[in-house]
């Protein structure tokens, strides 16, 4: 067809790459569009497509290192980037440029046939909206506007209403749904994995075949969203061809991530296990990494995504060039050059090519590759009530590592550890959960899960990493545009301590009873005491320095000798208060407001004295 399709992730942090996107890029690559992927500042972006129309406007390639400084011009109309331009300045080649700056003051960007924008997690709302409304600029009158994913199918009538555009709701799980003569089911597709190499961001998970082979969950938890994203259970969705397809354009792939929400829940789970095993992820399973070199010149050769491998290949060559001494250096750069090898943008598939004979055996003394362990994650872990020792034995025979099972809540405490038990009896010693919190449960109720894991570690010999998990009303009128809602058992104040915590450990718990106890206490009274400790006090503890003691006795009025201890003198205060005082100074830090206009309200001394431990700064 030779439409021009721009495919866009709003710029949010994202540890995973968008499968969606990626299916997409699939589907318009068949249909012989020319597919285009960006994640990034859409200004910079919108800069970028019109010095690539400069460039080609005028065919000078010996203008191909100034691009940066074109860019520049382009998008803050500064002369100081064309002033380092040789013979630029009031030039045929100014006079050009100069419409491209008009172009982009104005708006007037270089135009698709489609845009395709995937919306992630309702609290990324303000981000995802303000993509969405400027990647208009990007299509044509008559282009088509596709937005999808998450937000899209949580809340439709909103984006609506803050887009102008109808969403796609649900998946691309039929034949037709974007083109009505064609069969294919994008939801089926192999993943383009070519256009993350379009991009500067990098995915903190890659390396790895995504997939699926099963979709939805028998369960229908309340606070969970995949009843509404995946409506109807699929036992089975094969996964060998994919894998096949994705290995003979892309290389192999380290790791399999499969987001299945409850893989146990398939009557064809042993038929799963044993295809992943055909997979190559069997016990012990290792592979040779590929020359991602040749994959990339192989690509180009064939003419796929040539935008992508251009990009990639330059990006060779910048790692290349650290690798050599600087004479090497130099020498390489100066032969880049000539080629006009060192921006993508500027960048030929013939001159690449050409170049291959030079840079090939540089590469393959540089980088030498090792064989390495490979690992399947069932990413979206697996349901603690459905296990049986018979499936864990199962499950033992591929190559899982983490093993994850959700621990939401604590009534499920039995199941749980009766699943982690049968995890250990079979071989598997490297687990992982997700610790739901702020939902219906009480805060203590985090501790005891937490210390369960705790527990089993050194019960079991096995590692147990824990992710505590703050729930989000993601389709609330309230809070789908924040992450502020707070359960109906916790407070501001104690969601804050469980992320001051969190902060210092990266977000997980793993084994160790003195670190877990120093963190969040030995016992359920030490961990009250945590929660309701000023913020400043649980990130250091007891490190504080004399330059601190001095300046709270100058602002309190206090003595506060080499030897107090802050977290002891605030305690002691806290524990002084009375029970009518307590409830007027609990009410205030649950609020976790401590400006002076925030409890200068407050007339008890004693309160107030309390109060004022929490507003020592953590920095």
């Given at each position: ?15 995973y790459?968008p ?20 994640k990034?500042n859409l200004k910079?972006?919108a ?5 690539e129309?400069f ?10 290192k ?7 011009h ?6 100081a ?17 100069k419409?491209?700056r ?9 135009k ?5 924008i995937?919306t992630?997690?309702?609290f ?8 969405i ?7 044509k009158h ?6 999808g ?8 009538d909103?984006?609506?209403?803050e ?25 089926e597709l ?12 990098k995915y ?14 028998v369960?229908k ?11 109807d259970?699929r ?8 894998i096949?397809?994705?290995e003979?354009r892309?290389?192999a ?15 064809f789970f ?6 992943i095993?055909?997979?190559g992820f069997a016990k012990?399973a290792?592979?040779?990494p ?11 050769k ?6 992508a491998?251009?990009?990639?290949m330059?990006?060779?060559y910048d ?7 600087e ?9 880049r ?5 060192l ?6 598939k ?10 090939r055996?540089?590469?393959d003394?540089a980088?030498r ?5 490979r ?6 872990g ?26 939401d ?17 079979h ?33 079991l010999g096995?590692?147990?990493y824990?992710f ?6 993601i ?9 502020d809602?707070?359960g ?12 001051a ?16 106890e ?12 945590i ?10 503890r ?11 006795a100058?602002r ?10 802050l977290?002891?003198?605030w305690?002691?205060?806290f524990?002084?208060l ?5 409830q ?16 200068e309200h407050c007339?008890?001394?004693f309160?107030?004295e309390?109060?004022e431990?929490?507003r020592?700064?953590?920095d």
């Amino acid at each position: 067809m030779n439409r021009r399709v721009l495919l866009i992730e709003p710029d949010y942090k994202n540890k995973y790459p968008p499968m969606g996107l990626m299916k997409l890029a699939t589907y318009y690559r068949r249909l012989e569009d020319d597919v285009r992927f960006f994640k990034g500042n859409l200004k910079e972006f919108a800069a970028r497509l019109l010095c690539e129309e400069f460039f080609d406007e005028v065919g000078d390639t010996s203008l191909g290192k100034h691009f940066p400084k074109l860019i520049e011009h382009i998008k803050t109309g500064k002369y100081a980037p064309l002033d380092a331009i040789p013979d630029f300045r009031n030039s045929e080649l100014e006079r050009k440029i100069k419409v491209y700056r008009l172009r982009y003051k104005a708006e007037d960007f270089p135009k698709f046939d489609i845009v395709g924008i995937t919306t992630l997690f309702t609290f990324y709302w303000s981000k995802t909206v303000d993509t969405i409304n400027f990647a208009k600029n990007f299509c044509k009158h008559d282009g088509r506007m596709l937005v999808g994913g998450i937000s899209s199918t949580i809340l439709p009538d909103e984006i609506i209403k803050e887009t102008g555009i109808d969403p796609h709701k649900g998946l691309l799980n039929a034949p037709g749904i974007l083109d009505n003569d064609n069969k294919d089911i994008i939801d089926e597709l192999p993943l383009d994995y070519s256009i993350l190499d379009e991009i500067d961001y990098k995915y903190p998970a890659n390396n790895a075949y995504f997939g699926y082979m099963t979709r939805g969950c028998v369960n229908k938890c309340e606070f969970c969203a995949v009843p509404r994203l995946e409506p109807d259970y699929r036992d089975y969705i094969a996964l060998k061809q994919q894998i096949k397809e994705t290995e003979e354009r892309f290389g192999a792939q380290k790791d399999l991530l499969l987001m299945d929400n409850n893989v146990f829940a398939s009557k064809f789970f042993d038929g799963i296990i044993d295809e992943i095993k055909e997979c190559g992820f069997a016990k012990d399973a290792t592979y040779m990494p590929p020359s991602e070199y040749s994959l990339a010149i192989d690509n180009l050769k064939a003419n796929y995504n040539i935008r992508a491998y251009r990009k990639k290949m330059i990006g060779i060559y910048d790692r290349l060039s650290k690798k050599m001494s600087e004479e090497d250096a130099g020498d390489f750069y100066r032969k880049r050059e000539k080629l006009n090898l060192l921006y993508a943008e500027v960048a030929t598939k013939d001159n690449i090519l050409a170049f291959d004979d030079i840079v090939r055996p540089l590469y393959d003394k540089a980088f030498r590759n090792m064989k390495r362990a490979r690992y399947i994650d069932f990413n979206q872990g697996v349901d603690a009530r459905l296990v049986t020792d018979a499936k864990m034995a199962k499950l033992s025979e591929i190559n899982i590592r983490p093993l994850r099972i959700a621990f939401d809540h604590y009534s499920m405490n039995k199941v749980y550890i009766k699943a982690i038990k049968s995890a250990a009896k079979h071989g598997i010693t490297d687990l992982s959960n997700y610790l739901l919190y702020n939902y219906q449960d009480k805060p203590e109720e985090l501790y005891y899960r937490m210390r369960i894991n705790i527990d089993l570690c050194e019960e079991l010999g096995v590692t147990i990493y824990s992710f505590p998990m703050k729930y989000h009303p993601i389709d609330d009128p309230n809070y789908y545009r924040n992450r502020d809602y707070v359960g109906k058992n916790w407070n501001r104040k104690f969601i804050r301590a469980i992320q001051a915590v969190l902060n210092a450990t990266k977000g997980k718990i793993g084994r160790g009873k003195a670190f877990f106890e120093e963190a969040f206490g030995k016992d359920i009274d030490e961990y009250n005491k945590i929660l309701w400790m000023p913020e400043a006090f649980i990130i250091y503890r007891r490190k504080y320095d004399e330059e601190l003691r001095t300046r709270l006795a100058d602002r309190y009025q206090s003595h506060y000798d080499d030897e107090s201890n802050l977290v002891n003198e605030w305690w002691d205060k806290f524990n002084a208060l009375d029970e009518k005082q307590l409830q007027v100074a609990k009410d205030i830090i649950a609020s976790n407001r401590f400006a002076y206009e925030d409890i200068e309200h407050c007339r008890d001394k004693f309160v107030r004295e309390v109060l004022e431990y929490y507003r020592i700064k953590r920095d």
